[in-house]
């Protein structure tokens, strides 16, 4: 809740405690918002799935780097009318996110691809085979000098 827009009597009677935790939490939340996330796994790929309603694919970047896989974009505000509102519920969140998922599998990131359908970015990472269990003898040869 903003610090400029004073509480109605009926805010103030109904929510007392609601927009006090509210104030409380909004005075650590500086611009930015974590966006919801589904990891999943197949024998083939690792499959990640974040909300972003209402943003385009250019204001989204994906990367992946030492084991983990990053999204940041910011979502924008819509225009609205020159007059000033007041808000009852402000629950939607704008701004810069940022999101780091480790991922403990061993994948191809080169191949990895994402795409946004109906405000749901997937990404899909391609796993390969995880050589660090498997044994390798190695022959000794013996040198002549």
Do not use: H
């Not at 780097?65 to 939607?92: F, H, N, V, W």
């Amino acid at each position: 809740m903003s610090k400029s827009r004073k509480r109605t009597p009926y805010e103030q009677a109904r929510f007392p405690l609601i927009l006090e935790a509210e104030e409380i939490l909004d005075r650590f939340a500086v611009g930015g918002w974590t966006p919801n996330v589904d990891i999943c796994e197949t024998a083939d790929a690792v499959t990640v799935r974040v909300e972003l309603p209402g943003i385009e694919p250019s204001d989204i970047r994906v990367t992946i780097q030492d084991s983990t896989l990053r999204i940041q974009g910011m979502k924008r505000e819509p225009a609205i009318a020159l007059e000033r509102l007041s808000y009852y519920c402000l629950e939607r969140r704008y701004g810069k996110f940022d999101r780091q998922i480790k991922i403990d599998w061993v994948i191809d990131a080169g191949r990895a691809r994402a795409t946004l359908v109906n405000g749901v970015l997937t990404i899909e990472i391609p796993r390969m085979e995880d050589r660090r269990s498997v044994m390798f003898e190695i022959p000794v040869i013996k040198k002549q000098k």
